[in-house]
């Protein structure tokens, strides 16, 4: 008999803690305390009210669940004013949009949907995300460059015919983000766009989908999902001896994509938005020194994803002390602070982080795209640390360009 399987649930989680605690407890102890729990009891109410509950409050830290995102920014804004936010998912984020900016709270995403880059409600979308950035080309511009490769590709390859292009995933607000521009582009750049094959994100049997894409005959598929099932794909796929060239968006695939499917994630090409772990340009010295901040070994291996997040993390960071300097802190100088730059990149971090640069009227920061090919080179059971540095598996910069910011794609 096999044991139980543990239940799993997705929720947000909120942290908070005193600033200077330490430094109030040597001043007086008695009273720190005594504040200290009154604050506790009014923030508990606060995250009931918010359908959340208090899982943790060890010394000065407390720790809530919510059953949303949206909950849980909701119940922080109600605790004390937020100035600015690094969020997270598609849903969650388009979900905050209203809320973002009517309280006017500059909200940096993990999401990067066109559909957020519409300050003012005149793009495509005809929707306005005045308070809403993300760090890294949309998805829409990112499978756009991937289909500009695409087309180059299949020229150097010498093919006469018109090459066939396909979607790839589930039909959710993050795979969809992508779809209708990137099959508008393609058939700009002359491919036959195929119908969508879904693909869901839960890792599952995709022997099906692996077939239709023989059947189909794709030549390019682009894979809209997150990276547990893209590995499962690529996996199937191989076995199912698929030829078709595998592009993958910029959440869909990394290094450790690369050691689960192994082989079959040889010659995959996606989409990048900094500078990888270690590369030797000048910035990469400020990304090691801010690992050690929880490694003070330095010699834990950092993802793709990480880096992007510093990238994001110091945007922010700059946007903060401009308005500092310009008549204080607050949400809507932040977002004054991030449109005074062009080409910005963030000081101490040359060479690992794109330009970017955002105006009142155009919030797609990054439209320069950087493609890279994977190549793996026998077994990949090792960490991923130890793969790289023995150089089985390998991540080669292939493709670069700038999608022209052209006023029909804003939002789309």
């Not at 995102?69 to 004013?81: D, F, L, P, R, S």
């Not at 990112?142 to 292009?165: H, I, M, T, Y």
């Not at 779809?179 to 036959?192: I, N, R």
Request: glycine share 10%; net charge negative.
């Amino acid at each position: 008999m096999s044991p139980p399987q543990g239940q799993r649930k997705l929720t947000a989680i909120l942290s908070a803690d005193v600033v200077g605690y330490s430094r109030l407890m040597g001043e007086d102890e008695q009273a720190t305390v005594d504040t200290l729990k009154q604050y506790q009891q009014a923030i508990g109410r606060v995250i009931e009210r918010h359908m959340g509950r208090i899982v943790d409050a060890p010394g000065d830290n407390i720790l809530a669940e919510f059953p949303s995102a949206v909950e849980a920014v909701n119940g922080a804004v109600e605790i004390q004013k937020v100035l600015a936010i690094h969020g997270w998912s598609t849903p969650s984020t388009e979900a905050l949009v209203s809320a973002v900016t009517e309280d006017e709270i500059p909200y940096f995403s993990a999401s990067y949907a066109a559909s957020l880059t519409d300050p003012t409600g005149r793009g495509a979308g005809g929707r306005a995300a005045p308070y809403n950035f993300f760090y890294g080309p949309s998805y829409s511009d990112a499978c756009r460059g991937l289909v500009q490769w695409a087309s180059e590709d299949w020229k150097a390859r010498g093919n006469s015919r018109v090459p066939r292009f396909v979607h790839m995933g589930e039909n959710h607000p993050y795979p969809n983000a992508p779809k209708k521009a990137c099959q508008a582009y393609a058939t700009e750049l002359g491919f036959e766009v195929l119908p969508v094959i879904a693909m869901p994100m839960n890792p599952g049997d995709f022997s099906a989908q692996c077939g239709q894409l023989k059947t189909q005959g794709a030549d390019y598929a682009y894979l809209a999902n997150t990276t547990a099932s893209v590995s499962v794909l690529l996996s199937t796929c191989r076995g199912l001896q698929v030829e078709t060239q595998f592009m993958v968006n910029i959440w869909g695939f990394d290094e450790n994509v690369m050691k689960t499917a192994g082989a079959a994630a040889d010659g995959v090409v996606w989409v990048m938005g900094a500078a990888k772990w270690g590369d030797d340009v000048p910035g990469m010295y400020t990304v090691q020194e801010v690992s050690k901040m929880s490694d003070p070994s330095g010699q834990t291996y950092r993802p793709v994803h990480y880096i992007r997040g510093v990238c994001s993390m110091f945007l922010i960071k700059e946007a903060m002390e401009w308005a500092d300097r310009n008549g204080g802190i607050s949400g809507a100088n932040i977002r004054q602070g991030i449109y005074q730059h062009k080409d910005w990149v963030p000081v101490g971090l040359e060479g690992v982080c794109s330009p970017a640069t955002w105006t009142p009227e155009d919030h797609r920061g990054v439209t320069r795209v950087l493609i890279y090919r994977s190549h793996i080179k026998g077994p990949t059971e090792a960490d991923v640390a130890e793969l790289v540095a023995q150089g089985v598996i390998r991540m080669e910069r292939v493709f670069s360009v700038d999608i022209p910011r052209r006023p029909e794609w804003l939002g789309l």
